[in-house]
């Protein structure tokens, strides 16, 4: 009769011999098979396994040992069953007694976050506008980042180095010196392409999207392509009108010298 206890506080041998058959992929795989299907012969299982059945033959022997499986003949065939009973033994010597109120939080934690960012991710749309602007690449990315120059057609100063890694601000042009925007520039190619985050300027704002602006020069005429990503639906609503009026705005501003009318800003 097998001892499945713990004496004198020595794990018995045959605990030993579980957690050694367990410690093997191929076996933990044999055992997955068994589950699948209890009742198997050993061509059923090297089916599913790359490798001899001499070696096969060998892992199941241990898995025998362990008491992990069973065997029984039906007529010619030797069929191999799965025994869970020393796992169950395991689970309630260090997972039931211990670990499993942990465990259920732990998971409960996870899933919930995973809902959450399921949920996040579904919620968030992405907005892109595409313009094209006679000018070269030098002059649109400097419409795009000099102060002065986004004070003129956009009624806000984007103010930065915009170096990786350096914060940026939308500072009202009505010397209040308040901004209503704020983030990090994420990538900065002159002229070529500019990533920067955006949220709220008080840095406590937990909805961040990202804007990607991408400048490509064909004769004398720019595609500026921009992607607002990461826009929960009532920023989504807020980005799709105002970005059509800047990058008009921008484009006439480029070409003519001056921007739209103030009454046509809607800004």
Same mark, same amino acid.
């Given at each position: ?29 044999? $055992?997955?098979?068994? %589950?699948? +299907?209890?009742? #198997?012969? @050993?061509?059923? !299982? ?7 059945? /001499? ?12 008491? $992990?499986?069973?065997? %029984?003949? +039906?007529?010619? #065939?030797? @069929?191999?069953? !799965? ?7 395991? /689970? ?18 996870? +899933? ?156």
């Amino acid at each position: 009769m097998q001892v499945n206890a713990c004496l004198n506080g020595v794990v018995a041998p045959d605990v030993d011999l579980v957690f050694k058959a367990l410690a093997d992929p191929t076996r933990r795989l044999l $055992l997955d098979r068994l %589950r699948e +299907q209890d009742g #198997q012969t @050993l061509g059923e !299982l090297c089916e599913h396994l790359d490798m001899a059945r /001499q070696s096969a033959t060998q892992h199941l022997g241990v898995l025998e040992a362990a008491n $992990l499986i069973s065997t %029984r003949r +039906q007529g010619r #065939q030797k @069929l191999h069953h !799965l025994n869970v009973v020393p796992l169950h033994e395991i /689970q309630e010597r260090w997972i039931d007694r211990f670990e499993r109120p942990r465990l259920r939080a732990l998971s409960a934690i996870k +899933q919930r976050a995973e809902e959450a960012m399921s949920d996040t991710k579904q919620d968030t749309q992405t907005y892109v506008y595409v313009t094209y602007i006679e000018a070269s690449p030098e002059a649109v990315w400097e419409a795009l980042t000099d102060p002065d120059a986004t004070a003129a057609y956009w009624g806000h100063r984007n103010e930065s180095d915009w170096q990786p890694g350096s914060t940026w601000q939308h500072v009202r042009n009505d010397g209040s010196g308040i901004s209503d925007v704020a983030g990090t520039v994420v990538e900065s190619d002159p002229p070529n392409r500019l990533v920067t985050t955006w949220a709220g300027a008080d840095g406590n704002d937990p909805d961040v999207s990202t804007v990607t602006m991408d400048l490509k020069a064909s004769g004398s005429v720019v595609k500026l392509t921009v992607t607002h990503e990461d826009l929960i639906p009532d920023h989504y609503r807020q980005i799709s009108g105002g970005w059509p009026v800047v990058l008009s705005n921008l484009k006439s501003y480029l070409e003519t010298g001056s921007p739209l009318p103030p009454d046509l800003w809607g800004l």
